[in-house]
């Protein structure tokens, strides 16, 4: 009995963390460049069991002691890019990220949310610089700016640089907030797809999250309900079966 609440309280923590990751989704729906976070369930190994009263030793079969803690997959498909009219605004319609300056060093975005700042550079919204190949994307605040399909930014019909779009493998990369990416290995994207004027959004889908949100609370009220039924049973064997 006591296995059966080491079950239930295994999956209790597995649906908090679910809910965790779900709440973080919704919350993020409305993000440029969001990518949705899964998780993947995983049971702990088998343990294999032995009877070690009335004789010899005597294996009795196998445990499974429950549901470990589900590890945390990011869902990379690209999100629907909407028109935003806005000079400044980047999307990808291909795979790679914008790489952009931080106090913290290079990292990597899908949200193409940017702006000019007084300098004339162009910086996204928490004002890191966004970089092209020779550094950071400096032109004149009078200038008009146009990127093309391949990453080329042109100010009053000049090229001032090439835009850095970088990929890397999916589990290579970590989030670190603000839609920013940590990743160790990249390498440079030779033929990006680049849309001005034009934003991706995060490819959440609000009412599948809702109904995953819905699933995991009855989830976890069911795994309630085992621990209580398996507290009530060993309350019942050890103060009326053990006092016969």
Same mark, same amino acid.
């Given at each position: 009995m006591i296995r059966g609440i080491y079950t239930g309280a295994t999956g209790m923590l597995s649906q908090s963390r679910r809910l965790d990751v779900v709440a973080n989704n919704l919350a993020n729906v409305n993000t440029a460049g969001f990518k949705k976070d899964?998780?993947?369930?995983?049971?702990?190994?088998?343990?294999?069991?032995?009877?070690?009263?009335?004789?010899?030793?005597?294996?009795?079969?196998?445990?499974?002691?429950?549901?470990?803690?589900?590890?945390?997959?990011?869902?990379?498909?690209?999100?629907?890019?909407?028109?935003?009219?806005?000079?400044?605004?980047?999307?990808?319609?291909?795979p790679g990220f914008f790489s952009v300056e931080t106090p913290n060093g290079e990292r990597y975005t899908r949200n193409g949310?940017?702006?000019?700042?007084?300098? &004339?550079?162009? $910086? !996204?919204?928490? *004002?890191?610089?966004?970089?092209?190949?020779?550094?950071?994307?400096?032109?004149?605040?009078?200038?008009?700016?146009?990127?093309?399909q391949d990453g080329r930014v042109v100010a009053d019909g000049q090229v001032v640089d090439a835009l850095r779009i970088v990929g890397f493998l999916p589990g290579l990369g970590v989030k670190e907030g603000h839609s920013l990416w940590l990743a160790d290995q990249v390498a440079e994207l030779p033929a990006p797809t680049v849309r001005q004027g034009a934003i991706e959004r995060s490819n959440v889908n609000i009412v599948q999250e809702m109904v995953d949100m819905i699933g995991i609370l009855r989830a976890y009220e069911a795994?309630?309900?085992?621990?209580?039924?398996?507290?009530?049973?060993? &309350?019942?064997? $050890? !103060?009326?079966? *053990?006092?016969?």
């Open positions: 899964t998780l993947r369930n995983e049971s702990f190994p088998e343990v294999l069991m032995y009877r070690l009263a009335q004789g010899p030793v005597t294996p009795i079969g196998t445990l499974g002691p429950g549901t470990d803690t589900p590890t945390i997959h990011t869902d990379f498909t690209r999100g629907i890019i909407v028109e935003t009219s806005n000079p400044f605004d980047l999307a990808l319609e291909g949310h940017f702006l000019r700042d007084a300098a &004339g550079y162009l $910086v !996204n919204q928490e *004002g890191y610089y966004l970089l092209g190949q020779n550094g950071r994307i400096q032109v004149a605040a009078s200038a008009v700016v146009e990127v093309s795994n309630q309900k085992v621990i209580t039924t398996q507290d009530e049973l060993l &309350g019942k064997a $050890v !103060n009326e079966v *053990g006092r016969t």
